[in-house]
Every structure is written in structure tokens, then in C-alpha cells.
């Protein structure tokens, strides 16, 4: 699932890579990956400040989760090919391997526009929940260790729901007794968003999925190109879960998905809001992390989270395998690496990343009018839900679980089907 992440001004992290510290071979180092726009700036800085001695923080930003995953792939089949080769390749073989890379960087920048990401040596990287399975099914992650968790003091402040959500088996499914693979540090979910001028010709305001059936409509919508949140949303509108594992005894759901497509004028998961913004639609559904950046920016749009329950999504810090934890330099990162994450997760600072990337904390934060911009707090604190107040609504909502592929596969066989 490809979520994109919006430049959230001059406040966010957005350098190609941000260095603090004065450099040195021998000076401590912190390395992190991260999807640009999900951590200001001035964390960093104050992260820095707060370090008892100096530190080296390289914080490298990418567009996209997907860019980051498949880093995480490249990195895998280096560490298998430093493994074949035990012994230090020659200098030919360097140069075959640097152009064949480079051959293959090509291939994926005519193919799609962009080359294909190089291995990581980060310490940390973001990644998002939804690509957690197969991050840790293809063995690209290292999980926390037992004694690694206890030493998170914030670790005990997460909700259950978020302890849940990271603590998997070896092959990726949620388990109690499982491992911490990742440590969430903000949030957002599925939305409306629509044309307020274009919604008071129509004399009424979405609130519910089911109002993207209502009549007007048609040709007026865009949806994400997702199997899974649209047909989430249409099993969510029936009173079903996003998760639900056997499509075929939903009574209604195709039916429901043939007359929802009528009402759509276009499916895309990158360019929903320009043509929401130009008058040329009326409603869209997408992600949080798009939406509440550009309330503020344009009046005529005005966004709500449906009563029913919606589609949650994380960002979380995970660690690459093969990054070495042993020795005086390992242990160092290790212990860099766990004073990050504890730092976000401080409420001030969890604060800051929610008011300034327009995203929520998994740690309770206590945000007043006075930090974010008014068309988001009537969003979050304005009473549009017949009485039902947000935390209510979010208690509907779900992440979307891993399935088997068998299930996987209906989706998209019947998100395919009724495109056509």
C-alpha cells in the first residue's frame, strides 16, 4: 500500500539528510530512515540537545513507505551476497556488481519513474504497519529483544491496542506470545473529504460511508485504488470488518461494489485531491497524512472521519537485519536507537510530531485549540457525530490485519471485477 506523505512546511524534516554533530570516524552514530514528513525537524534538534554526549544523527527522508520497504529488500540480498562470499570480492566482481546494480537502477527508473532503492545501513527505519507481515515473513527485520522492550520507558504508557498491533510471530501474524517487531509513533486513518460549496447545492453533509450511494453523486467521486479500503468500506457500510476472510458469504457485497462504482469518476491512491480542489469532483476518500495538511489551505473543503468506523494506519520504527548490536559501536547504536524511539514517545515531544505532521500519537497528548489549525480541531472536537464523540468512532475503526493470500486474492479479484 503506497500512502503518500505530503511536505508539511518548513517545520518538517525534508533535507536530502540532516546531520548534527561535527563528524569523526570515531564519534557515536545514530542512522534513521524516514518517511519524509513524519518527523519535524526540530525533534531532531531537540533530540540532539538532549544527548548527554556528542552524537552523529544522520536523518535521511524518503518520498514513500514503498521506498523505504524495498530498501529493506535491498538490503536483505546484500547481506545474503556478503554471505556467499565470505572473502572480500575482487575488484572485478565489484565493478560487474556496481554495474549490474546500476543496470538494474535504470530498468526500474524507465519502468516507473524512479530507480530502484539501494540498500540501508540504518539503524532505524520507517515503516508502516500494513507492510509489517511481509517485512518480517521475508526475514528483513530484526524483532526487540525481551530485555530491549523493558527498557523502553514508554514502552508501558501504549495502549494495548498498539502492543498488539507490533507483537507477531515469526511469520508476521499478530500473537501475544509472539515478539515486538516495531514501535509505532503516529497515526492516522481513512477519511471523506469533499467540496462544502458543491455539498450545500445538494442541502446535506457526508457522515457515513453509506452516504457515498446517496443520489447526486454519480461521477462525482474519487476512491483509492485499494482493494482493501474500498471493499473494506463497503463491508464496513454492511456492518462488517475491514478483515473479514470470506468474501463470499457477505450477502449484497458485489452488488453494493457495482452500484458504489457508478458513483466514482476515477480510482487513484496519489491524485485524489487536485481534482477535489478544481471543482472537477465533489468527494474523495483517502488518507489522513493527505487530507489534513490542505484543511487549512482551502476553505471549501471540509473532511470527517464516517461514524461507522474507518481504516487505521500506523508509522513505526523498526530495525533492518543484519545491523550488528554487538561490540562497544553496537551496543552504542542499540542504546541510541532505544533512546529515539523513548524520545518520541515522550508526551511534549509526541505532542510536537502530532500537531506539526497533522497525525495523531499513540501516547496521550494533550492538545488544545491553540495548537492546530481550526478547520482540525472542529474536525476532531466538533459535535457532527449525532452525539457520537471521536474516541467512539475510533473504537469502530481497525487496522488493516494481515490475511491469508487465498483471501488476499478475493479481494482483488473482486475490486478487478467491478472496475470493469
Not at 96 to 114: A, D, M, P, V, Y
Not at 168 to 179: A, E, M, P, S, Y
Not at 263 to 277: G, T
Not at 400 to 411: D, E, N
Request: charged share 25%; proline share 4%.
Amino acid at each position: 500500500m503506497d500512502r503518500r506523505s505530503f511536505l508539511l512546511g518548513t517545520g518538517t524534516l525534508a533535507l536530502s539528510q540532516l546531520l548534527f554533530g561535527c563528524g569523526g570516524n570515531n564519534q557515536r552514530q545514530l542512522k534513521v530512515e524516514l518517511l519524509k514528513g513524519s518527523i519535524p525537524g526540530q525533534v531532531v534538534n531537540q533530540f540532539q540537545k538532549s544527548l548527554q554526549q556528542q552524537v552523529e544523527l544522520k536523518f535521511a527522508p524518503v518520498e514513500q513507505i514503498e521506498d523505504l520497504f524495498e530498501q529493506l529488500q535491498q538490503n536483505w540480498r546484500q547481506k545474503q551476497l556478503e554471505a556467499a562470499n565470505q572473502q572480500k570480492p575482487s575488484p572485478f566482481f565489484q565493478r560487474i556488481q556496481t554495474l549490474f546494480e546500476s543496470i538494474q537502477g535504470l530498468f526500474e527508473w524507465i519502468k516507473n519513474g524512479r530507480r530502484k532503492p539501494k540498500a540501508t545501513d540504518a539503524d532505524l527505519v520507517t515503516l508502516g504497519d500494513y507492510w509489517l507481515k511481509a517485512a518480517i515473513e521475508q526475514n528483513l527485520i530484526e524483532s526487540f529483544e525481551k530485555e530491549e522492550v523493558n527498557q523502553l520507558k514508554q514502552w508501558s504508557a501504549l495502549d494495548e491496542k498498539w502492543k498488539k498491533l507490533v507483537t507477531r510471530n515469526d511469520k508476521g501474524d499478530l500473537d501475544i506470545q509472539g515478539k515486538v517487531w516495531g514501535a509505532p509513533y503516529r497515526w492516522g486513518s481513512t477519511m471523506i473529504v469533499y467540496n462544502r460549496d458543491k455539498f450545500q447545492e445538494l442541502g446535506w453533509t457526508p457522515r457515513d460511508w453509506s452516504d457515498l450511494w446517496r443520489h447526486g453523486l454519480q461521477q462525482r467521486i474519487s476512491l483509492l485504488n485499494q482493494p482493501r479500503e474500498v471493499v473494506g468500506l463497503v463491508l464496513k457500510k454492511l456492518g462488517k470488518s475491514y478483515n473479514t476472510e470470506n468474501l463470499d458469504q457477505v450477502s449484497d457485497l458485489e452488488k453494493e461494489l457495482q452500484i458504489l462504482n457508478k458513483q466514482v469518476k476515477f480510482y487513484s491512491s496519489n491524485n485524489y485531491l487536485e481534482p477535489l480542489i478544481m471543482g472537477d469532483t465533489w468527494l474523495a476518500v483517502g488518507w489522513s497524512s493527505d487530507i489534513l495538511p490542505v484543511l487549512g489551505r482551502y476553505p471549501q473543503l471540509a473532511a470527517v472521519i464516517p461514524q461507522s468506523g474507518t481504516a487505521i494506519w500506523a508509522d513505526l520504527w523498526v530495525r533492518p537485519k543484519g545491523i550488528t548490536w554487538v561490540g562497544s559501536e553496537g551496543i552504542i547504536r542499540g542504546t541510541l536507537s532505544k533512546q529515539w524511539i523513548d524520545f518520541c514517545w515522550q508526551p511534549s515531544i509526541a505532542k510536537q510530531i502530532s500537531v506539526l505532521t497533522k497525525s495523531n500519537s499513540p501516547i496521550s497528548t494533550n492538545i488544545t485549540a491553540s495548537d492546530i489549525q481550526e478547520p482540525l480541531w472542529n474536525l476532531l472536537h466538533s459535535d457532527v457525530y449525532d452525539g457520537l464523540r471521536l474516541g467512539k468512532v475510533l473504537d469502530k475503526s481497525e487496522f488493516l490485519l494481515p490475511l491469508l493470500p487465498s483471501v488476499i486474492k478475493q479481494y482483488e479479484s473482486l475490486f478487478a471485477k467491478i472496475k470493469v
